[in-house]
């Protein structure tokens, strides 16, 4: 075996939850791939985990200590993925990276939840020693092992390399049916259906379509939680009773992951107290940012995403514990009548039309500000690719898109 033959096809910076898991995803593809962490104990869990699940016998993942070790393990031209926190973090890794001898022609991909901005930034200030491309990922851990949403921007010449790549370990659908198509074994990857992992266009343009999809996502889960409120205050139902409504809803119109996991927290119950556990765990709402993103976005170019900016004001209202507490001994609330089966049956459909409508609109709302965004920016964006990317594998995957 030659010198060429025993490198590796991708360099992959950055082990944590998302990075292992892609990398991986990766291996179970036929890639080769050399890793690096700055802690070493995540190189070595991953290294662990291609022991563990790989049934070749030479291994899958390489270990690497330093930048230039990586370069050194990987086939020219160089093609490396980044999952590491956006921000400074990325431009650190770069530096190095081109400190390490990186190439011109070589190309090196953030995966990161990075501002829109900043990417289309880092792409000029790298011009010349390298080709920083970007890939927004959506699917959470399980996404990233099995099939995650892809929205990949920047160089098309990157985009040409890079798509058989991301077409492989994308999720799935069937053409026909539009419906996700699952991995039945970790080590065998699905060699059929429309993968999804669109190229979205200019830089910056995925990670926006990003952003907008976290919007979506902020919007849908507040709206999932009204519907839940009113169920439980209104109609005097219990969380498992809100569940199995859930359950139904979730083989119609509204199937979604995001019902579907709705259903699983509301039947789930704390072992200490025997309470329903959603009534044990802290009602207050963290964010990382993306929504607040999307809203600022919407302000700034002036799209009426309400549904989405609500859905980030709601979540802000959230943290405000204390107050709420205290409010709630000066304002009593409506007193509610209870109400016979058949209002109650009543009530329920129409719940379940007000959330079919309000999905509809955040999604409406959604594309508006892309669009607007697209103007702007000149991005031929394909709006119809995007919603064929969402069937599967990331978080806002629903039936109807």
């Known amino acids: 075996m030659t010198e060429q033959e025993t490198l590796c096809d991708i360099g992959f910076i950055g082990l944590g939850v998302m990075g292992k898991n892609i990398a991986l995803n990766l291996a179970d593809n036929g890639y080769k791939i050399a890793c690096f962490d700055l802690d070493h104990h995540k190189v070595d869990d991953l290294v662990q985990a291609d022991d563990d699940e790989r049934t070749t016998k030479s291994p899958r993942i390489i270990p690497c200590q330093s930048y230039t ?23 650190d890794v770069c530096i190095k990276l081109v400190d390490a001898g990186i190439k011109a022609d070589d190309i090196i991909v953030d995966t990161g939840n990075s501002l829109w901005t900043d990417t289309i930034e880092r792409e000029k200030r790298y011009k010349g020693k390298f080709i920083f491309f ?5 699917g959470g851990e399980v996404g990233a092992r099995f099939g995650p949403s892809l ?46 992992a669109t190229y979205i266009g200019p830089a910056g ?13 902020y919007a849908d889960m507040q709206m999932i939680c009204e519907a839940y409120h009113i ?47 959603v009534d044990i765990i802290l009602d207050k709402a963290g964010q990382k940012g993306t929504g607040l993103w999307t809203a ?5 170019i002036g799209a009426p995403a309400t549904t989405i900016a609500q859905s980030v004001f709601a979540r802000s209202l959230s943290t405000l514990k204390h107050a709420r507490v205290r409010a709630a001994k000066l304002l009593a609330g409506p007193v509610i009548d209870t109400v016979n089966d058949d209002a109650k049956k009543q009530c329920i459909a129409q719940i379940h039309d007000a ?18 965004a697209a103007r702007e920016q000149k991005w031929a964006i394909d709006f119809g690719a995007i919603a064929k990317i969402w069937r599967a594998g990331c978080i806002i995957r629903a039936k109807n898109h």
């Open 231 to 277: 169920m439980r205050t209104s109609l005097a139902m219990s969380p498992l009773e809100i569940a199995q409504i859930f359950r139904q809803w979730n083989t119609g119109v509204l199937n979604s992951y995001l019902m579907e996991i709705s259903c699983e927290v509301l039947e789930q119950f704390d072992d200490e107290t025997g309470k329903p556990l």
């Open 355 to 372: 959330l079919y409508c309000s999905k509809i609109v955040a999604y409406a709302q959604g594309f508006q500000l892309i669009k607007l």
């Open 296 to 300: 600022v976005s919407a302000l700034q």
């Open 134 to 138: 970007t890939t927004a990922v959506s």
């Open 69 to 91: 070790q990586l370069l050194s393990k990987l086939k020219a031209p160089h093609l490396i993925i980044l999952s590491i926190p956006a921000g400074r973090a990325v431009d």
């Open 151 to 196: 929205m990949p921007s920047g160089d098309p010449y990157a985009w040409a390399r890079i798509e058989p790549v991301w077409h492989a370990i994308a999720a799935k659908v069937d053409p026909k049916t539009g419906k996700a198509l699952e991995r039945t074994h970790h080590t065998q990857p699905l060699a059929v259906g429309e993968p999804c």
């Open 205 to 217: 343009s995925g990670h926006y379509v990003k952003m907008v999809h976290n919007g979506i996502e």
